[in-house]
């Protein structure tokens, strides 16, 4: 007796010509930015950007090095106390 082998259905896509984000059916159109002052190129408006960028990532960096001395801290106590 030979045993009877189950076909597999065969999928067949259409391509109906939209892409991936397709945004012709939203039922409202996303706001626009308003329109802001062009930036300008001078030694002052780079550093406002770059000291205001280094005040944002000041915490996290404490709270980074505080978790690497922390865990630091563990491991010098624990293979000091325990030789």
Same mark, same amino acid.
């Given at each position: +007796? ?10 067949? =896509? =259409?391509?109906?010509?939209? *892409?991936?984000?397709? +945004?012709? #059916?939203?039922?409202?159109?996303? @706001? ?8 300008? #190129? ?6 406002? *950007?770059?000291?205001? @960028?280094?005040?944002?990532?000041? +915490?996290?960096?404490? @709270? ?7 865990? =630091? @801290?563990?491991? =010098?106590?624990?293979? *000091?106390?325990?030789?």
């Amino acid at each position: +007796m030979a045993r009877e082998k189950k076909k597999k259905e065969k999928i067949v =896509y =259409y391509d109906d010509g939209s *892409t991936v984000a397709d +945004m012709s #059916n939203l039922s409202h159109k996303p @706001a626009k930015a308003p329109m802001e002052e062009a930036p300008s #190129n001078s030694l002052k408006a780079k550093l406002q *950007t770059f000291f205001g @960028a280094m005040r944002l990532m000041v +915490m996290p960096m404490l @709270a980074a090095v505080l978790g690497i001395g922390l865990i =630091y @801290a563990l491991m =010098y106590l624990l293979f *000091t106390l325990f030789r």
